[in-house]
């Protein structure tokens, strides 16, 4: 009897320290897989927040806007607007190049190119006569872009409603009509600009 409650003892302490064992064991992995857990959250965390401060590029299309004092702006930024063209308040016409035509002078932007406008007849081409230069065409850039340019002078040119020109302006000083076919408020401006500066070489 005495034997038998000896080994019922030791049965039941073996047992209780298997049981604290299995928990204090079952206790560390819980404890460490919450760490863990913490660790890879907060990481998470981390990752969102500086993927929310990165700028969301945006491409955007190749345009550009002919700005009042003849350069031109191309679109940036995450909503694709027209970089501001540079600051216009003071009205005052910097950095222009002068041209002598005929008798008259004008002042253009410097980032535009004034083009000799040439007419022969077919007469002065059965002759072997050379093109005569009746007049001049100004456009941004090298190259005119359907119809974003100025014109001075050219054959048969008129201010007639039948031209259908947006603006259209005589001067005295050639007996001549500088025009633009253009939409553009820009290139509107620019004409506006190009006729205030025009004077007479007489």
């Given at each position: 009897?005495?034997?038998?409650?000896?080994?019922?003892?030791?049965?039941m302490?073996?047992?209780?320290?298997?049981?604290?064992?299995a928990?204090?064991?079952?206790?560390?992995?819980?404890?460490?897989?919450?760490?863990?857990?913490?660790?890879?959250?907060?990481?998470?965390?981390e990752?969102?927040?500086?993927?929310?401060?990165?700028?969301?590029k945006?491409?955007?299309?190749?345009?550009?806007?002919?700005?009042?004092?003849?350069?031109?702006?191309?679109?940036?930024?995450?909503?694709?607007?027209?970089?501001?063209?540079?600051?216009?308040?003071?009205?005052?016409?910097?950095?222009?190049?002068?041209?002598?035509?005929?008798?008259?002078?004008?002042?253009?932007?410097?980032?535009?190119?004034?083009?000799?406008t040439?007419?022969?007849?077919?007469?002065q081409?059965?002759?072997?006569?050379?093109?005569?230069?009746?007049?001049?065409?100004?456009?941004?850039?090298?190259?005119?872009?359907?119809?974003?340019?100025?014109?001075?002078?050219?054959?048969?040119?008129?201010?007639?409603?039948?031209?259908?020109h947006?603006?259209?302006?005589?001067v005295?000083?050639?007996?001549?009509?500088i025009?633009?076919?253009?939409?553009?408020?820009?290139?509107?401006?620019?004409?506006?600009?190009?006729?205030?500066?025009?004077?007479?070489?007489?």
């Open positions: 009897m005495f034997i038998q409650q000896g080994k019922t003892n030791w049965i302490i073996i047992i209780v320290a298997l049981i604290a064992g928990v204090s064991g079952g206790l560390v992995v819980y404890i460490n897989d919450t760490i863990r857990q913490t660790t890879v959250l907060s990481q998470v965390t990752l969102k927040k500086s993927a929310n401060g990165i700028e969301k945006t491409a955007c299309t190749q345009e550009a806007k002919i700005c009042p004092d003849g350069s031109s702006v191309g679109r940036t930024g995450s909503n694709c607007e027209f970089t501001p063209c540079p600051d216009q308040n003071s009205g005052a016409i910097t950095d222009w190049q002068t041209y002598q035509w005929n008798n008259l002078q004008f002042n253009y932007p410097s980032n535009w190119t004034v083009e000799k040439y007419y022969q007849t077919p007469a081409q059965a002759q072997g006569q050379a093109p005569e230069n009746i007049g001049l065409t100004i456009f941004p850039g090298v190259k005119a872009v359907g119809k974003d340019f100025i014109a001075i002078g050219g054959r048969q040119a008129s201010c007639d409603p039948s031209e259908n947006i603006k259209c302006q005589f005295p000083s050639v007996s001549d009509f025009y633009t076919d253009s939409n553009n408020p820009d290139i509107l401006n620019i004409f506006d600009s190009i006729f205030s500066t025009i004077k007479s070489l007489k």
